[in-house]
């Protein structure tokens, strides 16, 4: 929610991405694309959502400049980032570490004032797949669930108790299991018990489901 109201804000100085299996360096930061604006099939160079802002921080180096990654690690980082991954670090923002990129020639460098961010679910099978050379270009936050954040009661059931008693529970049957604990967002749409008994139908019970396929006793 920070991030959205923040690009409703400042919306010429952050941009957000949400990375998949298919995303490629063509989308990210240039390359051929098909335009179909006749009846013949041509192609254009057109420039990708990094490329983009990195030339309008380079060109405004007095604001500062954000890229959100949701779903980092979905996609096929080493292949989306290309040359990048090495422009992006720390000690080569600056023009001396350049890179040629392959559709335009143009020589490329990533400015100091352009910040990354990357979101990713530890829950997430897939977080284990993301490429080494990227995860030691991040610091990393740990954001775990925050029960304070739904401290009303519906019923006389708090909401806070329920969530901290559900993933005490969840913890409780391994360390693997520390990373899927259920989020306080589940529960900030709840406004009586209908929506309490929906949301433990229809999102929670399921996903308890998945990590107790094996035994429906824990699931009890």
């Given at each position: 929610n920070f991030i959205r109201n923040v690009g409703i804000i400042f919306g010429q100085f952050i941009r957000t991405v949400t990375f998949h299996p298919s995303y490629s360096y063509?989308?990210?930061v240039e390359g051929i694309r098909p335009n179909?604006?006749?009846d013949q099939i041509s192609y254009k160079l057109e420039h990708?959502?990094?490329k983009?802002?990195?030339?309008?921080?380079?060109?405004?180096?007095?604001?500062?400049?954000?890229?959100?990654?949701d779903e980092i690690n979905r996609g096929k980082t080493e292949k989306i980032f290309g040359e990048l991954i090495t422009l992006i670090e720390a000690d080569k923002r600056s023009e001396v570490h350049k890179a040629t990129l392959p559709y335009t020639r143009e020589s490329f460098w990533v400015p100091e004032n352009l910040f990354i961010i990357g979101t990713m679910n530890t829950a997430d099978r897939s977080i284990a797949q993301i490429d080494t050379a990227l995860r030691r270009r991040f610091a990393f936050e740990e954001l775990m669930p925050m029960p304070e954040l739904v401290s009303n009661e519906i019923d006389g059931i708090s909401l806070q108790k329920l969530l901290e008693e559900l993933n005490n529970r969840i913890r409780g049957e391994g360390i693997a299991l520390r990373?899927?604990?259920?989020?306080?967002?589940?529960f900030m749409k709840v406004k009586n018990l209908s929506d309490l008994r929906i949301t433990f139908a229809?999102?929670?019970v399921p996903?308890?489901?998945d990590y107790f396929y094996s035994g429906y006793k824990k699931l009890a």
């Open positions: 063509e989308e990210f179909l604006d006749s990708g959502i990094f983009e802002i990195s030339d309008d921080a380079r060109d405004d180096p007095d604001n500062k400049y954000v890229l959100v990654i990373d899927k604990q259920i989020g306080h967002s589940y229809v999102e929670i996903l308890l489901q």
